[in-house]
């Protein structure tokens, strides 16, 4: 099959590579349909975010299961889990202490074919796109904010960072009901779109004296910057919660006396629940067209990544055709 690889030497690299035939009946294999380059695709590239080499990269995607003559499309999390440490029982897998994950710490999806575990699949309704499959994951990323802030319609929330996490982060807060969501970002290009996609105000880092309802109940730092947390200090109310989406890769340097002073809760948030995300994509509420800045095959992958990597791009996608 053909494969992304990124080798020792730091370079990615189309391949030939064996297909990963499952080795039991809790297995399945999957045939990549689509996939998209994220965040930490690229950190994962640079190595910011360390990991072994060589290896498949991507995790985003969606498939269909090559011996399910019906070709439900269907897509898998990401996080591979023992089962039986102290976090899986308590059902918080994505913690295990053994867990590897898709394209990070183990063979990834910019591939043909990828082997995951039976438990790990969620198939997809007849309404779901191939392009809305591969926000899955992402976007159950973004419903686990809300989970993790514990946010209710009646909050102020800003939204800090318009890429491609924090557009679909103003969507989930819009379905979920909240009326004061404020976009925050360095460019203005990218705010135009925030407020299209549920943004109620739209605001530039350089702008904060016209903000209303400053300071926010509420931060979703999503950035990708390792200065994001000392950022949304900015914004953020006495007792207010920040929620830090971002994995820079990076150390981050900032004085965490007003975090003390003023009573900052600041929590971490990962992967959330593919169920709730495929629900909102069922029901219409998440819209990712917009979201789409450029399809490429495989073969393509120098100018897929050269593009990912642009300031205003959004979400870039493999397209894996039917080549094998």
Do not use: W
């Amino acid at each position: 099959m053909r494969c992304l690889v990124l080798g020792k030497d730091g370079k990615v690299r189309l391949q030939r590579c064996p297909i990963p035939f499952p080795d039991s009946s809790s297995k399945l294999l999957l045939r990549v349909l689509m996939a998209g380059i994220c965040s930490t695709d690229l950190a994962v590239l640079d190595n910011r975010i360390p990991g072994p080499k060589p290896i498949v990269m991507g995790h985003e995607f969606v498939a269909e299961p090559v011996d399910d003559p019906s070709r439900r499309l269907c897509v898998s999390e990401i996080n591979l889990t023992c089962s039986t440490c102290e976090y899986c029982a308590q059902g918080i897998s994505n913690h295990c202490i053994n867990r590897t994950v898709l394209g990070i710490s183990t063979d990834g999806v910019f591939a043909e074919f990828v082997q995951v575990p039976c438990e790990n699949v969620h198939y997809l309704p007849q309404s779901i796109s191939l392009e809305q499959g591969v926000f899955v994951e992402p976007l159950a990323a973004a419903i686990q904010s809300v989970h993790t802030g514990n946010i209710t319609p009646e909050m102020t929330v800003g939204v800090l960072g318009t890429g491609r996490l924090g557009l679909l982060q103003i969507q989930v807060l819009r379905a979920l009901g909240c009326q004061d969501i404020i976009a925050i970002e360095r460019s203005p290009e990218k705010l135009g779109l925030a407020e299209q996609l549920g943004a109620s105000e739209i605001l530039l880092l350089d702008e904060v004296g016209r903000l209303d309802h400053f300071p926010l109940d509420v931060v979703i730092e999503t950035s990708g910057s390792p200065d994001g947390l000392q950022t949304a200090m900015g914004f953020i109310k006495s007792r207010g919660t920040i929620v830090l989406k971002s994995t820079p890769g990076s150390p981050a340097l900032m004085d965490l006396t007003d975090i003390v002073r003023r009573e900052i809760s600041v929590l971490g948030s990962r992967c959330g629940p593919f169920s709730e995300a495929i629900e909102l994509l069922r029901r219409g509420h998440i819209e990712t067209k917009p979201l789409i800045s450029g399809y490429f095959t495989l073969e393509e992958f120098r100018e897929a990544f050269e593009l990912s990597q642009q300031h205003n791009a959004i979400k870039v996608l493999f397209n894996m055709g039917s080549q094998s």
